[in-house]
């Protein structure tokens, strides 16, 4: 039987729930410095985004930049940008996904 009539205890919670905040702290953390790249065209277009989702990079192949055909070439930065943020989603979703589930286990808290 738990102390105090089947409650749970308070100081328990707060200390799993303190250090699940510190991990979940330091994988946004890791999140932010992890380099996470998404390309369009066949490689023209490459751009690079943080697992937080920050882009961080572009490179843009001198055969994409046709000045008679920019809408093809935005076409490309915009596939790029989501691909690599679609990679920064999955990143986000292995990193954080057993921080969620701890976290849906403990009582009281709304996950």
């Known amino acids: 039987m738990m102390p105090?009539?089947?409650?749970?205890?308070?100081?328990?919670l707060l200390q799993q729930?303190?250090?699940?905040?510190?991990?979940?702290?330091?994988?946004?953390?890791?999140?932010?410095?992890?380099p996470v790249e998404g390309s369009a065209g066949g490689g023209l277009v490459k751009v690079t985004v943080t697992g937080s989702g920050?882009?961080?990079?572009?490179?843009?192949?001198?055969?994409?930049?046709?000045?008679?055909?920019?809408?093809?070439?935005a076409d490309l930065i915009v596939a790029a940008v989501r691909d690599a943020n679609s990679a920064a989603q999955q990143l986000q979703q292995e990193r954080l996904g057993p921080l969620a589930q701890g976290l849906g286990g403990m009582p009281g808290l709304p996950f």
């Open 54 to 73: 920050e882009l961080t990079g572009l490179v843009i192949d001198p055969r994409a930049a046709d000045p008679e055909d920019t809408e093809t070439l």
């Open 17 to 34: 729930a303190q250090k699940m905040q510190q991990e979940l702290a330091s994988v946004q953390q890791e999140l932010a410095e992890t």
């Open 4 to 12: 105090g009539g089947g409650q749970p205890d308070m100081q328990q």
